[in-house]
């Protein structure tokens, strides 16, 4: 049995075709959510829908960007959005609650951290958090992909027992999901490599994701301890039926790997507040990549790339120039200079504060 669950709903399981909010779905949702917080379960909500539903209330003008307009819309949608899932709620004597956030908040330990008790909070006073990208003031690269990105952040930050990915799809399949011959692939594990040729590059009508970015995401999810689910939102009673084990369920599972550290998972995100690059030669690369735990020493380090300051996030290069980690640097990046190729020195970075990748 699961304790704490992430669930993610697509923007295209609460919409219909014409692109309108399907409140009638959204309440069957919302039932089964309380299904589940009856038998003991936190439930963390990542729903999209915002941007859609502020197009049906607000028309944006002809000659506005498209940034403006999805900043009308997110504004307008996101209240309405939360009014409807305020009131189903109600209807089972159940509080939610609106976050928003932006990519910067998971920047630093600290705003991650802040996030984190705040959510805490929240789940130990029973009531669930329903959260979304910040998409009034999300508009610059800082964006998340889209909310499977948010979703798998959180699931990591919140060390959720599962996460469950809620498409208009049952899966992932081994061919175009428009040919009848193909089939829902039902499990992935870590070396399952070859399935991301069977995914369509394509996005979904009202949101900004595609199933790359679900494969992605729910794949680094399960490397680092956390089993997901991707499922059809729109089949009725799926979230119990997967918490109960239910046999025969429509879905593609992802087998989750060796569970990481906090530290760790924060780590696995960060790329993008990366400040410098740390390359090394090919001795290290071996030994980080191994299964040995082990620091990053100055003897392994062949040079430095950007300026940083300590406890900044960096990449690690191989020899080969291939970005395999990120690390959070002892030191600035003029001492690690200072540093290089010295032996018997203290770690740049320490086995805690790094995170190696598994992909390819």
């Known amino acids: 049995m699961y304790n704490t669950i992430t669930i993610k709903i697509g923007s295209n399981v609460l919409t219909r075709q014409e692109g309108v909010l399907d409140e009638p779905r959204i309440e069957k949702i919302v039932d089964q959510i309380a299904d589940l917080k009856r038998m003991g379960i936190r439930v963390i909500l990542v729903s999209s829908g915002a941007v859609a539903s502020g197009r049906q209330y607000v028309t944006c003008r002809r000659n506005a960007d498209p940034v403006s307009c999805r900043q009308l819309f997110a504004s307008v949608g996101q209240v309405k959005l939360m009014n409807i899932y305020s009131s189903y709620f109600n209807r089972h004597d159940m509080l939610c609650s609106q976050i928003l956030v932006t990519k910067e908040d998971f920047s630093d330990r600290r705003h991650y951290l802040n996030t984190r008790n705040s959510l805490e909070v929240l789940l130990e006073h029973d009531i669930v958090p329903i959260i979304n990208e910040n998409d009034v003031v999300s508009v610059t690269e800082l964006m998340f992909t889209d909310n499977d990105e948010l979703a798998s952040q959180l699931s990591l930050m919140m060390k959720s027992d599962a996460m469950i990915i809620m498409s208009n799809v049952d899966g992932i399949y081994d ?20 399935v991301s040729k069977c995914i369509a590059p394509t996005r979904s009508s009202f949101g900004r994701g595609g199933m790359v970015t679900k494969f992605t995401m729910a794949r680094k999810v399960a490397a680092a301890g956390i089993p997901v689910h991707l499922v059809n939102g729109k089949r009725d009673n799926i979230l119990p039926d997967i918490v109960k084990g239910k046999s025969g369920i429509m879905q593609t599972y992802f087998k989750p790997g060796t569970k990481t550290s906090q530290g760790k998972k924060w780590l696995s995100h960060s790329a993008y507040f990366s400040k410098g690059e740390i390359h090394i030669n090919e001795g290290a690369a071996a030994s980080l990549t191994s299964e040995k735990a082990t620091s990053l020493l100055p003897v392994g380090i062949v040079s430095v790339i950007g300026s940083f300051l300590k406890g900044d996030i960096v990449k690690i290069m191989n020899h080969k120039g291939k970005f395999i980690g990120l690390g959070k640097s002892r030191y600035g990046s003029d001492t690690v200079e200072k540093k290089i190729g010295i032996h018997h020195s203290k770690p740049v970075i320490h086995y805690d504060y790094l995170y190696i990748r598994n992909d390819d």
């Open 175 to 194: 061919g175009d999901p428009s040919d009848p011959a193909s089939r829902v692939i039902p499990v992935i594990d870590q070396n399952s490599a070859i």
